[in-house]
């Protein structure tokens, strides 16, 4: 893999930027602690529309889809990315039961497509750097039964 240069870190830059934001913030705290459906009606019996953290779950999640989208597409240098953005298998492994569903739901089969990409790279990234790290992320953030 090629070296990351200085356009690869003024992105990584401004995804933590965006990061920052006042209500991302929030909405991603919450989403880590809280968000815990593995279907559409799971997730409309919990987090309606309309609600707070309906709107939290949308944030976080389009976010991470956008930003794995770089990955995913070549524009930013993968382990750069990787290096600095553990929480997009934090989300994946709190979605990715989810997702099918809502695909099915939303006839829409390239839903978070980009989320499910990256989180693969990553996770292949991560077994080769540290083979047991992504068993104890996956245990850590896997859904609520």
Do not use: C
């Not at 794995?68 to 993968?78: D, K, L, Q």
């Amino acid at each position: 893999m090629s070296q990351p240069t200085y356009d690869d870190a003024e992105l990584i830059l401004k995804l933590y930027d965006l990061r920052r934001e006042e209500r991302l913030r929030v909405a991603r705290a919450w989403f880590v602690s809280n968000f815990s459906a593995r279907s559409v009606s799971e997730v409309m019996e919990k987090y309606p529309p309309g609600s707070d953290q309906n709107a939290y779950y949308r944030m976080v999640s389009t976010y991470w889809d956008m930003a794995a989208s770089f990955v995913v597409r070549g524009i930013v240098h993968e382990e750069l990315f990787f290096d600095s953005s553990g929480e997009l298998l934090a989300v994946w492994e709190k979605m990715k039961d989810l997702v099918a569903d809502l695909r099915a739901v939303r006839k829409n089969p390239i839903l978070y497509k980009n989320l499910e990409k990256g989180a693969n790279q990553y996770i292949a990234w991560l077994n080769r750097q540290a083979p047991e790290a992504y068993e104890g992320i996956r245990t850590m953030f896997a859904p609520k039964k």
